[in-house]
């Protein structure tokens, strides 16, 4: 059994985030709601909760625009944890994660682009999803994202494979 005194208290930002959220209200500390958000999902001096985790991050990166909260919070969408499986939002959230220079979300943006479950605009073309795929798989790169060195390895070496003028038979 855990004893009060055994609690360690929150930073006072955290803490006048959580009060916030206690009276309904949306914070605008996106940095304090990312942590507060982690501390849910750990049970670092909150209580374990998925919804809060997700409400935390959620506020975080759609109402205060931070960078790394969009690009958890659209690996949430894309996947479905805590909130309805969407590419839309998650493409959302990703594209304000890389504009923020959130190297995974510019990594993950452009996978969705890469794989047409999103498009840089309504009409793209998949050639231009895939030169916007591989300009995101560079940011994240020289940002040290080494997935995203890889997929850009992978597609010289696709490229490379193609008969000059045309494509491959397949």
């Known amino acids: 059994m855990t004893n009060a005194s055994d609690i360690t208290p929150l930073p006072p930002d955290e803490q006048a985030c959580l009060d916030a959220l206690r009276r309904g209200e949306e914070p605008t500390d996106g940095d304090a709601l990312r942590r507060l958000a982690h501390r849910f999902r750990a049970g670092d001096g909150v209580t374990v909760s998925t919804d809060e985790y997700i409400r935390c991050l959620q506020i975080a990166a759609e109402k205060c625009s931070h960078p790394k909260a969009a690009a958890e919070f659209g690996w949430c969408c894309e996947i479905g944890i805590g909130v309805g499986q969407s590419y839309a939002r998650a493409t959302g959230n990703y594209r304000v994660g890389a504009e923020g220079g959130d190297a995974e979300a510019a990594y993950n943006l452009g996978w969705l682009y890469e794989h047409r479950y999103a498009r840089p605009t309504f009409y793209a073309s998949d050639a231009e999803c895939l030169r916007a795929a ?6 994240a790169a020289a940002a040290g ?4 060195r890889e997929r850009l390895e992978r597609l010289d070496a696709r490229d490379a494979e193609r008969p000059p003028g045309g494509h491959r038979g397949s």
């Open 134 to 139: 591989i300009a995101l798989y560079r940011q």
């Open 145 to 148: 994202q080494t997935k995203a």
